[in-house]
């Protein structure tokens, strides 16, 4: 069998299985068993693969078949300008949670050595691209989860990233004072779950899709914000208006909504002054 048999083949087999996007996956899977860029592999589609190859691959498309997440298969996953280690024990990073890091970054753009606090870190990605972006920010990631914590150490030995950890359920022990309070909650309600894709039903954990934690981790960080400090959360799209309406209730000031890439109100972000 050539290589662009092989390709071919998976295609059909990851369109049959419901994968959204089957060539680009069999391409990747493909490209990443054999250790060859996507450029290559365009380039050696006659080439006869060997048992030994076509073994190796073997596995790799039946996972993703059974769809289990592309990211958890590969093993490593692109977040903005890094590269994490991604699996079974953290949520996959999404694009959306890119522009929760796009406006983090914006709350603390002026300050020289940000102290912030990422919560419910999972894997690390926002904390890791806040630390990653803004060299002098002193970053704490928190999460309830001792197994996520784990992978989110191991992605701070790969990539080199000073992150303070802590094992917390929200801020629970944490002092502060920080100047930006930023989190992806878990934000996806129970009786949504039968409906939700494959890949994070079965297979991403459940504590951190499940949940409506937004209103009680901005009760929390009232009491370890600096005045003025930033609190940028992830939503879910059809109940961001809600969130950015329990935060002002809260006291928060200047509550925004924003969008992400595909125009879904996403990410909530406001002030803390309080009253004096």
Known sequence: MTLGELLAATCRDLERAGVDSPRLDAELLLAHALGLSRLELYTSLDRQLGDPEREAFGPLAERRGRREPLAYVLGDWGFRRLTLRTDARALVPR?????????????????????????????????????????????????????????????????????????????????????LVVSNPPYVDEAEVPSLPPEVRDFEPRVAVVGALAAELAAAARAVLVPGGALVLESHSEHAREVAAAVAELGYREATIGRDLTGAERVVEARWRPET
């Open 95 to 179: 694009p959306e949670t890119e522009i929760v890091v796009e406006r983090a970054l914006a709350a603390i753009a002026g300050l020289a050595a940000p102290r912030v606090v990422d919560v419910g870190t999972g894997g690390g990605a926002i904390a890791f691209a806040i630390a990653d972006e803004h060299p002098g920010a002193v970053v704490t990631a928190t999460d309830v989860s001792a197994a996520a914590l784990a992978l989110a150490r191991e992605n701070a030995g790969r990539l080199g990233l000073e992150v303070a950890f802590a094992e917390t359920s929200v801020l629970a022990g944490q002092a502060g004072p920080f100047d």
